[in-house]
């Protein structure tokens, strides 16, 4: 069974940074792609940004510059770091995975259970 458990979420005040992160577990054989979305009260969720398994990266334009998103591999973790965070950033954040848990499974979509992360004064 795989699970994605994420951290990192919290009170900060406009300016400020977090360190998100999403810890993929279970059984894990490869996993090509690893996103954040976001879902603000009232909001679609939308994709925050994503990273490939070689590294290529994109993000919403609304966060470019401020937002970065890193992997490590070898601990099946997906990082998001939140640089000059602005009160329209506050919004649960969740974790995506697509995952292929074995040679016997196909590829899969996985979800963490999101993190709040509100900016205010």
């Known amino acids: 069974q795989v699970q994605l458990v994420e951290s990192g979420g919290g009170l900060v005040q406009p300016g400020g940074s977090l360190r998100l992160s999403c810890a993929a577990s279970g059984s894990i054989l490869s996993m090509p792609f690893t996103a954040w979305y976001r879902q603000a009260p009232g909001e679609q969720r939308e994709l925050v940004a994503g990273i490939t398994s070689t590294g290529t990266t994109n993000y919403a334009d609304s966060v470019k510059g401020r937002f970065t998103i890193s992997r490590d591999g070898a601990k099946n973790t997906v990082y998001l770091q939140l640089n000059s965070l602005k009160p329209e950033d506050t919004a649960v954040y969740y974790c995506?995975?697509?995952?292929?848990?074995?040679?016997?499974?196909?590829?899969?979509?996985?979800w963490g259970q999101g993190t709040q992360v509100t900016v205010s004064s």
């Open positions: 995506n995975a697509v995952i292929r848990p074995s040679f016997s499974m196909p590829l899969n979509n996985y």
